[in-house]
């Protein structure tokens, strides 16, 4: 049967002392907080303070800790503390108590401005040297898969490779043609608009087939499938990983980035093109829409002047970029995938990340064929 928990102090010579008797256990914790909070106020008005534990028959982790807490408010008065007479079997619980929340959490070193921003520009360049790593390892992993597939043609999954085109190209072709018809005719819009001043409405028309046939509808078109395309690639792959399906294909002898990725790929190269020349078209339309409306330029006025401001090289070089920026989003979004852990936090950054990148590649591989061509005299 538990001993009743009591609590008797005695001032001797400006020294309070405690003495803690009977069971300290959390089922009398109502009478052990009121035996306590009573002995705090005579703890406010002593010098000094010793808890003799001698006659506590039995103490768990909520007696231990009221103690502590009488303990803790005597030193933060500045009061010497001593506890003694604690039991064996319980010495390892009152020190293991007397330790919480003790460990003081040493401030941040503050740095040099100029030290953090060279450190934060060294670990920028390592997380760029990484993903340089990543997308070549990639690329090289899917160039010998390509291979053994034309080794073995029989190898190349028809039925994989037509599903993601007609996921890729064929559903993707309203939300394309839609956004850039629409582009087009702001763009005419815009040109009519401000060519008016100068009597120069007619050359809308050279704008906006340069525009489109050029930068704007792959650039479009490959920013849409960067963001439709690429993330789902990125978080069916990474469900996968996350499954450990992936695992399982390795286990079972296959690659997989033949079954998995190469697929993907090779659709999107294939169908991006296509995508392409139906924004161009798209876009060409909302064009003439546009100046028929705001110019009063008729459809064979606006064809006629197409047919002298454009040539073939402007549609080549269009769809010349589609293909590499298919790849690029391909990779990419294939490669985030295969980097997603076990969380589902890990799945929606790398999806994210995906997207973003695939968006800055595709600009910056726009950018440098426009440089590449204007070189070349086309």
Not at 202 to 227: K, Q, T
Not at 253 to 264: A, H, M, S, T
Request: hydrophobic letters at 50%.
């Amino acid at each position: 049967m538990r001993a009743h928990p009591g609590l008797t102090a005695a001032t001797t010579e400006d020294v309070l002392e405690l003495r803690p008797s009977g069971s300290w256990v959390s089922l009398n914790v109502a009478e052990l907080e009121s035996l306590t909070s009573s002995a705090g106020t005579r703890v406010n008005s002593a010098k000094a303070v010793k808890l003799d534990l001698g006659a506590v028959s039995e103490i768990d982790t909520v007696g231990a800790w009221l103690l502590e807490k009488l303990s803790r408010r005597a030193a933060a008065g500045g009061r010497r503390v001593e506890m003694t007479g604690v039991a064996e079997n319980y010495i390892g619980l009152v020190e293991e108590v007397r330790q919480v929340n003790r460990r003081e959490v040493e401030p941040a070193p503050r740095l040099n401005p100029v030290l953090a921003k060279l450190t934060d520009l060294g670990r920028s360049s390592l997380g760029a040297a990484q993903d340089v790593k990543v997308f070549l390892d990639m690329l090289a992993a899917l160039s010998f898969a390509l291979l053994r597939t034309l080794r073995r043609p029989r190898s190349l999954r028809v039925t994989s490779l037509v599903y993601q085109m007609y996921r890729i190209g064929w559903q993707a072709i309203p939300i394309v043609a839609l956004i850039t018809f629409l582009i087009g005719a702001i763009i005419a819009q815009q040109g009519i608009f401000h060519f008016r001043r100068f009597g120069a409405e007619s050359y809308v028309v050279d704008m906006v087939g340069i525009l489109v046939l050029r930068e704007l509808g792959v650039l479009i078109v490959a920013i849409m499938v960067a963001g439709r395309s690429g993330s789902a690639y990125t978080a069916e792959l990474g469900s996968m990983k996350m499954r450990e399906e992936i695992d399982a294909l390795v286990t079972m002898g296959l690659d997989p980035v033949e079954v998995l990725i190469l697929p993907r790929i090779v659709a999107l190269i294939l169908t991006l093109p296509i995508l392409a020349f139906i924004g161009s078209m798209a876009g060409l339309y909302g064009g003439g829409l546009v100046a028929q409306l705001y110019g009063g330029m008729g459809p064979a006025i606006f064809i006629a002047r197409l047919h002298d401001a454009i040539s073939v090289t402007h549609f080549e070089v269009g769809i010349l970029k589609a293909p590499f920026m298919a790849l690029v989003i391909g990779i990419v979004a294939c490669s985030e995938g295969l980097r997603v852990k076990g969380s589902a936090e890990s799945l929606g950054q790398q999806t994210t990340t995906s997207v973003v990148k695939s968006i800055f590649l595709v600009i910056v591989l726009d950018g440098l064929f426009a440089v590449f061509f204007a070189s070349i005299g086309m």
